[in-house]
Nanobody
């Protein structure tokens, strides 16, 4: 059974940077992609970034392009989200996700428990 455990986040000020981490365990098969999503109360979970596991190709939501960077460490089975120039509208619960298919939003099949990021103005 796939397990994803996020860490990082917390309370930061606008303009600051922080990094989220996610550790993947529980299945021997390597994923095709891993990604980060976020959700605010009353809204649907939104795609933020994804990375292919083997080639390291990346894709970003327009709202975070140029500010966020996703990376992975294949030996550690970890994926990261470096978040720079944070804005109050980045406040959300951030979820790590894994895909054994493609890297479209609908391909992600398992999720972590989420980690809170609060950006104060």
């Amino acid at each position: 059974q796939v397990q994803l455990v996020e860490s990082g986040g917390g309370l930061v000020q606008a303009g600051d940077s922080t990094r989220l981490s996610c550790t993947y365990s529980g299945r021997r098969l390597s994923p095709n992609a891993m990604g980060w999503f976020r959700q605010v109360p009353g809204k649907e979970r939104e795609f933020q970034a994804a990375i292919t596991w083997s080639g390291g190709r990346t894709i970003y939501a327009d709202s975070v392009k140029g500010r966020f960077a996703i990376s992975r460490h294949r030996v550690k089975n970890e994926v990261y989200l470096q978040m720079n120039d944070l804005k109050p509208e980045d406040t959300a619960i951030y979820y790590c996700a894994i895909s054994f298919l493609g890297w479209s939003s609908g391909d992600f099949s398992s999720w972590g428990q989420g980690t809170h990021v609060t950006v104060s103005s």
